[in-house]
Nanobody, 128 residues
Framework: QPQLMESGGGLVQPGGSLRLSCAAS????????IGWFRQAPGKAQEAVSC????????NYADSVKGRFTISKNDAKNTVYLQMNGLKPEDTGIYYC?????????????????????WGRGTPVTVSS
């Protein structure tokens, strides 16, 4: 059964860094675009970043550009989200999701409804 599992969240002070991982099992990332999303309490889900199945295309929300970097390791079937310069407004549950559609080329919304494999999320809290 295809699954995604996020890890790496935690409590960090403003200005700090975290690296989130999204490990896939039961399917290969070679044919799937991956998106990272977050949801803060009382707020709508926000698309944060994406990477294409080839790894050649990446995109970021304006709110995280220059601070977050997405990457993938095909040998480990894992996608990473390196988050630097964290701010309190980055707090939320971070989820990764997969689709065989070209989600990243049309980031963030055109193929959002085709993200059909979701992880359970990992919490990130940015606070002093």
């Amino acid at each position: 059964q295809p699954q995604l599992m996020e890890s790496g969240g935690g409590l960090v002070q403003p200005g700090g860094s975290l690296r989130l991982s999204c490990a896939a099992s039961g399917f290969t990332l070679d044919y799937n675009d991956i998106g990272w999303f977050r949801q803060a309490p009382g707020k709508a889900q926000e698309a944060v970043s994406c990477i294409s199945h080839s790894g050649l295309t990446t995109n970021y929300a304006d709110s995280v550009k220059g601070r977050f970097t997405i990457s993938k390791n095909d040998a480990k079937n894992t996608v990473y989200l390196q988050m630097n310069g964290l701010k309190p407004e980055d707090t939320g549950i971070y989820y990764c999701a997969a689709t065989t559609f070209h989600y990243c080329a049309e980031f963030p919304d055109r193929y959002r409804g085709h993200l059909d494999i979701w992880g359970r999320g990992t919490p990130v809290t940015v606070s002093s």
